[in-house]
């Protein structure tokens, strides 16, 4: 494990100093200023109620938010979009989606993984011809990796490109489905097994609805986002020129997965807005609200969800800018484990704060004529795209494993078990981790991270001695590596904010005590996730199982 990532080298006991103290909160532009309030402006014109009934954007806003920009927020200026930086838009994305995230998504989407592939890995041909339409909104575009048998295990999709025999060509055959924007686009990037024999083996594609061959489905009729459209997309014997192929033949899913960091951030930051706009929702209603003489405020039980609003709100903040940050400096190593980090984290404590806020709200909370009830069910499918919760409580353990085998391959026989036993001694070494604050929530939270970097590495190495090849099978075992790991992500992100904060003087008390609370958090999930082996409660859970 040696290298790679941020959170990669740190289960090396190695603290990479410049990407910590590269933290940054973004600035609130005036271009920034002005997409909020337009934005909010669309809404009052288009009222939600009335999309939401038809379950479609008209075409006049569509061209509204063209104008506006929003199909261009993050392309450079030089193909025609507004060139906002990604920590600024992190910003946007937090504020609009409190407003109202069905609207949002067919933008949001169309950026964050539309054309991202485009972006990252077009040529300089391609970013001409796609990315100036796609920033002005008249080629809104769609990201088609699922398929109706294959979700999050993505090497395994069925779709086929097959290189025409006079190599001009590649002939496209499969189903895409759940497709964002599907008919809403008139760009796809598709991606498409290039060896059927060889799994994995993909490759990307830049595709025009348009052509013959392509047919997208009617919109699936969904729980929330009805503003969206989602479909299925058949391609039948379509000819794309191979030129429109992004990237060499076979990258792919590392394409598929690069581009999908981007997606991950974006839900963390929707899970960030969310968290604010409840927790002031949260606030407006219990100190308004009387119950037995008192407003509801002075009561523990609801004092704790407003509490709970704050640290995860501010914590998942702080997760989504560090992160940010590293997608930003253009490491040679994607940041997928942080990615990862603040999808699950995001999105996990956000569907708990929207039913909390609901909760304050008490019976009227239950009314369609409140925001809640849309709010949840627009929400609810974070926990599903980019990848499920299940997957992420799972992945980054998952991801570490491997490149754990990888090394270990290079060892046969005794080399192996020794390499195995100096990793566990070398975990234990002492890590040359400081920050510049000596306040003692910040010495605890450094000591805490250090603690729980070694127990990752130990469990890790453990489980490959104790499971060997079948460690992938260990989920409890893994969730409880990736539960760990979530915490520590969240703990440095929280001190590289706070070691930039105070660097410029605006560091208070009321961090502090936000550090301290998610600390003791943190306590208590490492208490209940350091085992090797299966609790008590897992072995008769799997009994129970049986009897099912």
Known sequence: MAGGSFMEKIYEGILDQAAFHSFRMPVESETLQTLMQAYRNLLKNYPVQKIEEDGRIPEEMLREMGKAGFFGISVSRTYGGLGVNLLEYIRFVEEIAAADMSCAL????????????IELFGTEEQKQRYLPPAASGEMIFSYALTEPET?????????????????????LNGVKTYITNANYARGLTVFAQMNPKQPGYMGAFIVETEWEGVKIGKDMPKMGLKASSTASIRFQNVRVPVENRIGKPGEGFRIAMAVLNYGRLALGAASTGLMEQSLKDM???ARSRVQFGVPIQNFQ?????????????FVT????????????????????????HCKLFGSTRAWDILYDA??????????????YEKRMRDFRVVTIFEGTTEIHSIYPALYLLGRLGKRLRSHSGLSRWTFIARSLFSSFAKMPWSVEDTDKTTQEAVRLAKSNARRVKR??????????????????????????????????????????DRRAGIISDGERRILGYFLEEAEEVRRESAMIFSTKKERLGAAIFREL
Not at 164 to 170: A, L, M, N, R, V
Not at 358 to 371: H, I, K, N, R
Not at 483 to 498: E, N, R, W
């Open 106 to 117: 067919v933008f949001l989407a169309h950026l964050f993984i539309g054309i991202k592939g």
């Open 151 to 171: 979700g999050s295990d993505a090497r395994h999709i069925e779709t086929t490109a097959e290189l025409s025999e006079d190599g001009t060509h590649y002939v």
């Open 283 to 285: 606030l407006h209603r």
């Open 301 to 313: 039980l609801i004092q704790e969800k407003m509490i709970n609003a704050r640290v995860h709100g």
């Open 317 to 340: 903040a702080a997760m989504n800018y560090f992160t940010a940050g590293l997608l930003e400096s253009g490491a040679e190593e994607d940041p997928v484990i942080e990615t990862s």
């Open 358 to 371: 609901l909760q304050v709200a008490g019976g009227s909370g239950y009314l369609s004529t409140q925001p």
């Open 459 to 500: 469990m890790l190495l453990l489980g490959l001695l104790f499971y060997g090849e079948k460690v992938g099978e260990r989920e409890y075992f893994l969730r409880r590596v990736t539960t760990l790991s979530l915490y520590l992500f969240g703990i440095l992100a929280v001190l590289a904010k706070m070691t930039a």
